[in-house]
């Protein structure tokens, strides 16, 4: 997240510190060795954390429970002026455990240097960054990653940020965010895998594997982190940081079902919320982190707070002070204090004081510990501070490729009328319009914190390598002036001086290629709209256009769905390619000219208009849920349709996919197969994604009247079919009680199997 700003306040920061760096950086020349040492056995592990506990005092055991905002960035509210000499000195005594945002392998080497060489008991530090999709290399936001369904992809994806991050001092990501969402206003839902458990669940696991890899001893794997724990996807009106209210039914099916993955693909950390849940501050919740997440999940890592949530218990009324709130958080099981300086204030008398007892401290150190025992660091605390390996892999060519795989598989097509797209290899007089299609920076999406500005192949860079039959015109900027999103928002622009030169352009033209949508920075933490259309002007640009030639492809760029119901009715052709990362243009441009057939499907809803939100495929049936009578009295909108504008699931392809004979049998009820047979219909090769989604018919807690219980992608040759299978088992029919118990309850189910979560074909069983 990079801008002029925060690139001033850096400096600022640096001028005041610059005694600090020099201490730090200077004159420590040490050689880098990487461990080659396989992962060691938990109860050896456990030994040696059980040893090193013994000889803690307790300024050190609280030490380890407290991380620090770096020297010299921050990426939140920035701590009181100043105190970077008070850091640096509890730093000496041993009274860190962690850093975030400190990132370079040189700087660090300096701090773990201190931390290793010169406090007391040599505990080495852990390093915490958000890698949240890629490092330098940036993959597709993950909002955008999630439209793949790619397993694969999406893991090889957390890979390559794990080995850049790696390779620059970081030893743990605060990814992957597996928040379920339903409201586009909200700007994190770029951050997450969208709208359903099942599919969340799928895509977190993905992505915590490509992180921590398979030892997570080696070099350039890291641990991960699943956030926000929990329900913080709830927040009223996708309004940041609110408010946050649901019954246990959503919270046992809908919110915890991707941490219970998480857990169970041995997720190393857990970062709790900012939010309330039943009135309770999720870092000072004891049902959520001690009877759940430790408790029933037998959860091993640690949980670490967000950042100030600790202190922000005072803002909700929940602690009376930073004391109390210190209290709260280490008796519901906070393992690690982010920037509040609770820990690093109050615990230690609390412990003295007798208000909290020595084991929760023992109990949390020992979680922290043994992650950093698991990492290695140990071993090698410097194994991450390679500047060798740092010059040598960022920005790598195998990234780029696996970027743009990625990329390529995120597009989700939504509408292609009369067969525009693909466009010909020979096409001759492309107009481009738009100038998001000229941008360098806005594709690289939100959460990008190690990122360079400018490193995004532009949408113009990625056509040159198709064609030179394209002029462009910028028509309409989206935000006035430079874009400065770091800590404030800019005006989005007025200014419609362009709009002639684009509209002749236009008039000129046979195709025009439009690539509007919101900036990067429209989306993010902090960034909720209430307006979820094009903004600024470019509405009124893409009508104005329309009027001169209806021949339009749109390219939307975007964060989150965005209501466009005038486009959808009335541009021929419409391709999501929120925002793709580095290599965003090369992807859109493959696209565009056929070189990569699309194959996403959205992870997420795109409303009709923003009164529709929240809105989600799987909801339940309300007690009106059709018209049966004709009259006013059933759940609808006066001036509205009740269905969303593109439905979950949904996305087209270059060619056509035909369902067929769906079979179902029902004789294993602890194993009910479903097949159909699907044949590529359109003439040439695609890749679908076939989804199966089940309805409980009656249960004892009411179920959502549609919920994906599986999918397949794969690719298919022309005329070729293919018979897909799935298997239904309790893990799929059952659901969770108002008391958090698993239970599956015989009776009648309905199954779809289709292309979408609308569109498939549909049969019956019953679980006996
Ligand atoms: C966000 C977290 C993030 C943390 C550290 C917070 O504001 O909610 O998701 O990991 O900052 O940057």
Redesign the pocket.
């Known amino acids: 997240m990079h801008s002029g700003y925060q690139v001033l306040l850096i400096f600022r920061h640096m001028k005041r510190s610059n005694f600090l760096i020099t201490l730090l950086t200077g004159a420590l020349v040490l050689s880098s060795c990487v461990s080659n040492k396989p992962a060691e056995r938990a109860d050896e592990i456990d030994k040696k954390v059980n040893a090193l506990l013994a000889q803690m005092t307790i300024e050190e055991k609280v030490g380890q429970m407290v991380q620090y905002?770096g020297f010299y960035d921050a990426?939140?509210p920035a701590p009181s002026e100043g105190n970077a000499q008070e850091k640096y000195d509890n730093l000496k005594k041993g009274g860190v455990g962690s850093f975030?945002?400190v990132r370079g392998a040189k700087q660090v080497r300096a701090l773990q240097k201190i931390a290793v060489e010169e406090t007391r008991l040599g505990i080495p530090l852990i390093f915490?960054?958000?890698v949240?999709h890629g490092h330098k290399t940036l993959s597709p936001i993950p909002l955008a990653e999630s439209a793949s369904w790619d397993m694969q992809a999406i893991k090889k994806s957390a890979r390559v940020a794990a080995i850049e991050a790696s390779a620059i001092g970081i030893n743990w990501t605060?990814?992957p965010?597996v928040d379920i969402y339903r409201d586009a206003r909200w700007g994190?839902v770029m951050?997450g895998a969208g709208e359903d458990p099942y599919l969340g669940a799928k895509i977190g696991v993905a992505r915590i594997k490509g992180f921590q890899g398979d030892d997570l001893s080696a070099h350039n794997t890291i641990a991960a982190?699943a956030?926000?724990f929990a329900g913080?996807g709830f927040v009223e009106a996708g309004k940041e940081y609110n408010t946050v209210d649901f019954g246990t039914s959503t919270l046992y099916n809908i919110v915890l079902p991707p941490f219970k993955a998480a857990v169970d693909a041995d997720v190393k950390t857990v970062?709790n919320?900012?939010n309330i849940v039943n009135g309770v501050p999720s870092t000072g919740n004891k049902f959520l982190q001690r009877d759940i997440l430790k408790g029933k999940w037998g959860f091993k890592g640690y949980v670490i707070s967000?950042?100030?949530?600790g202190a922000e218990m005072v803002n909700h009324g929940f602690a009376a002070d930073l004391k109390e709130a210190s209290l709260h958080a280490a008796e519901a099981g906070c393992d690690m204090d982010?920037?509040s300086y609770t820990y690093v204030n109050h615990l230690v008398d609390l412990v003295e004081e007798g208000k909290v007892n020595v084991s929760i401290v023992d109990e949390a150190v020992g979680r922290i510990l043994r992650v950093k025992y698991e990492l290695g660091l140990f071993d090698d605390p410097y194994k991450y501070c390679d500047e060798a390996r740092e010059k040598e892999l960022l920005y790598h060519d195998d990234h780029q490729a696996a970027a743009l795989d990625m990329a390529h598989k995120s597009v989700v097509l939504l509408k292609n009328e009369g067969g525009i797209l693909p466009l010909a290899k020979d096409q001759k007089k492309i107009a481009v319009i738009g100038a998001l299609a000229d941008d360098k920076t806005s594709m690289l999406g939100s959460w990008r914190?190690g990122s360079d500005d400018g490193t995004a192949v532009s949408v113009l860079e990625g056509l040159n390598k198709h064609t030179a039959n394209y002029t462009y015109a910028k028509g309409a900027d989206v935000v006035a002036g430079d874009v400065n999103f770091v800590f404030h928002l800019n005006e989005n622009t007025t200014d419609k001086s362009g709009f002639k030169e684009a509209i002749q352009l236009a008039k000129k033209s046979e195709v025009v290629v439009m690539v509007l949508g919101e900036h990067g920075f429209h989306s993010g933490?902090?960034r909720s709209r209430t307006k979820i259309d094009l903004p600024g002007v470019q509405q009124q640009l893409l009508e104005e256009v329309y009027k001169v030639n209806q021949n339009i492809v749109l390219v939307l760029t975007n964060g989150r769905p965005l209501a466009l119901p005038w486009a959808a009715d009335n541009i021929p052709a419409i391709v999501e390619t929120w925002q793709l990362g580095t290599q965003s243009g090369n992807a859109i441009a493959d696209v565009l000219f056929g070189a990569y057939n699309p194959s996403g499907k959205l992870p997420m809803s795109f409303p009709r208009s923003v009164g529709q939100c929240p809105i989600y495929y799987n909801k339940f049936s309300t007690g009106r849920p059709v018209n049966a009578e004709k009259n006013v009295f059933w759940s609808h909108y006066t001036d509205e349709e009740n269905d969303p504008l593109y439905a979950f699931g949904y996305g087209l392809s270059y060619t056509t996919f035909e369902y067929a004979d769906l079979k179902i049998d029902d004789a294993n009820p602890k194993a009910i197969k479903v097949s159909v047979k699907v044949t590529n219909t359109g003439g040439v090769s695609g890749e679908e994604v076939t989804q199966l989604y089940i309805r409980d018919k009656a249960a004892s807690v009411v179920r959502p009247i549609k919920e994906l219980k599986g999918f397949e992608k794969y690719t298919l040759a022309a005329n070729e079919s293919k018979e897909v299978t799935f298997t239904l088992t309790d893990a799929e029919l059952g659901f969770y009680d108002n008391q958090g118990n698993f239970i599956v309850e015989p009776g009648m189910f309905d199954v779809m199997v289709g292309t979408s979560s609308v569109k498939g074909l549909s049969g019956s069983f019953e679980l006996k």
């Open positions: 905002n990426t939140g975030l945002n915490g960054l958000d949240i605060f990814a965010m994190r951050e982190c956030k926000h913080y970062m919320a900012f967000d950042w100030a949530s982010m920037e914190i933490e902090a």
